[in-house]
T-cell receptor
Framework: EAQVTQNPRYLITVTGKKLTVTCSQNMNHEYMSWYRQDPGLGLRQIYYSMNVEVTDKGDVPEGYKVSRKEKRNFPLILESPSPNQTSLYFC????????????FGSGTRLTVV | AQRVTQPEKLLSVFKGAPVELKCNYSYSGSPELFWYVQYSRQRLQLLLRHISRESIKGFTADLNKGETSFHLKKPFAQEEDSAMYYCALQAAGNKLTFGGGTRVLVKP
């Protein structure tokens, strides 16, 4: 089944403890992206990638890192999480965003205490 | 910088009534616009693309460049249309900007 898979689905962590949220897609999509969803703010783009080793900042990149060493994976790294990064995170991928839009993962609910 | 505005946070309609979700955008280039929908406990999914001029689940959306709008419409709302709807703008460089979302509640 063609899909975007995120892990974990739920995560509670403490301030300052590095964490990684994994994202994998099996559709051979070149484009991948990370979003955070917060009440009243909708979805905001954190980082996006247009191909292997090509990444760029979205609207809210502070406090996050990404890497794209292979086409199928696009992990989101929080080196030193803070409570204001408590949010619902979505990974998405696309063959051609302008023509087909994005396919989204199920989301990762992160709580930083 | 691009911006997408959905002025209504909540729309409550009765089953069978028309529903219109407003979306306004600001962007200096030629926009690519989308509507995404998120049903309860499900992932976000693409509903409509303006370039395809399609009708999905009875919904249509017309791009009005003069008014910089991309409103989503359905003539007869169904209970299964209850969901969160997001308007999104794809800019150059593949940056996708979402509006704040509109929650639609269709009452029986």
């Amino acid at each position: 089944e063609a899909q975007v898979t995120q892990n974990p689905r739920y995560l509670i962590t403490v301030t300052g403890k590095k964490l990684t949220v994994t994202c994998s897609q099996n559709m051979n999509h070149e484009y991948m992206s990370w979003y955070r969803q917060d009440p009243g703010l909708g979805l905001r783009q954190i980082y996006y990638s247009m191909n292997v080793e090509v990444t760029d900042k979205g609207d809210v990149p502070e406090g996050y890192k990404v890497s794209r060493k292979e086409k199928r994976n696009f992990p989101l790294i929080l080196e030193s999480p803070s409570p204001n990064q408590t949010s619902l995170y979505f990974c998405a991928s696309s063959l051609s965003p302008k023509n087909y839009g994005y396919t989204f993962g199920s989301g990762t609910r992160l709580t930083v205490v | 910088a691009q911006r997408v505005t959905q002025p209504e946070k909540l729309l409550s309609v009765f089953k069978g009534a028309p529903v219109e979700l407003k979306c306004n955008y600001s962007y200096s280039g030629s926009p690519e616009l989308f509507w995404y929908v998120q049903y309860s406990r499900q992932r976000l999914q693409l509903l409509l693309r303006h370039i395809s001029r399609e009708s999905i689940k009875g919904f249509t959306a017309d791009l009005n460049k003069g008014e910089t709008s991309f409103h989503l419409k359905k003539p007869f709302a169904q209970e299964e249309d209850s969901a969160m709807y997001y308007c999104a703008l794809q800019a150059a460089g593949n940056k996708l900007t979402f509006g704040g979302g509109t929650r639609v509640l269709v009452k029986p």
